[in-house]
Structure formats: C-alpha cells, structure tokens
C-alpha cells in the first residue's frame, strides 16, 4: 500500500505527534541522514574560522612563494637567509651544502624552497617566529599579511 508524499510542510512535527512507529523511524532516520550531511560538509553552512595554515598551504601561493624566494634566497653576510631557517629547524651542515649546490645557480630550484618543503608540515606560526629570532621583519610582515589577508579566502574556497 503505497501512499502519496504529505503536501504539510510540517512533516517532522506532524510523524513525531502520531503513534505509527514507521513513520516516527523514518523520521528519525531523515534527521540523522540531514545531521551527518552537516557533519560531513560544515563549511558549507557555517562560518567556521580557518584552521592556522601549514607551510604547505603557503606553497600553493605562487605570489607568495616568489616574494620569499626573493627575500630569502640571497646570500648576504650581515642578512639572514634560509640557511639560518634550515639549520635552526635541525638541517645539518652538510645537508645546507648538498641543498645550496644542488639549487645553485637554477631558475626553477630554490633553497628556499626546498627548505619550505623540506618542512611543509611546520605551521606558518613557526615560520614567523624563525623571522623573529633573526630578525627578519621583512618576511615576517609579508607572512602576518598573507595569514591574515590571503589565507582566510584561500581555506575557504578550498573547504
């Protein structure tokens, strides 16, 4: 015995005030199948606020990734670069030389980006508290801004 769809938009109210076990059952069913729908996609009906990027969400940020390398990739003997990063975060002398050579002198390669890779996992957090135990206001002004200008937008559109 099949019946038509209940033209009442107040369906929910209307199977939960009525005795028929069935009814009560699919709704409780249509509900739970609209909570994990939620659960599953959050982003789409809420605001939620973007998680602290990871290094490796900096790097899909071309513009960005540029101007570090710009910054960054330089040696200089009174400026700290990315061999200063890469040894504070554990990067041994050997391996700074094997990346320098390897990066030396290539468009496309970029110890600095390398390095970036290299620990893509670290939080952009970390990343500015390295510019500030070396000073390097510089880049860490053009992480503050992209934390709280770019990134926002960026998690968004990707979530």
Request: proline fraction near 8%.
């Amino acid at each position: 015995d099949v019946t038509e769809p209940d033209p009442n938009p107040n369906i929910i109210s209307k199977y939960l005030s009525e005795p028929d076990p069935a009814r009560q059952a699919e709704t409780v069913i249509n509900f739970f199948e609209i909570f994990i729908q939620f659960e599953i996609s959050p982003c789409e009906k809420c605001c939620c606020p973007a998680p602290p990027p990871k290094i490796s969400d900096l790097m899909n940020d071309k513009d960005l990734l540029d101007l570090l390398r710009l910054k960054l990739d330089p040696n200089h003997c009174t400026i700290k670069n990315w061999k200063n990063f890469a040894s504070r975060w554990g990067m041994s002398y050997d391996e700074l030389t094997v990346l320098e050579h390897r990066t030396q002198g290539s468009l496309s390669h970029s110890p600095t980006q390398e390095f970036l890779l290299r620990y893509n996992q670290k939080t952009v957090t970390e990343l500015t508290e390295l510019c500030r135990v070396y000073q390097r206001i510089d880049v860490l002004r053009l992480l503050q801004s992209w934390i709280e200008k770019d990134w926002p937008s960026r998690w968004q559109q990707t979530h």
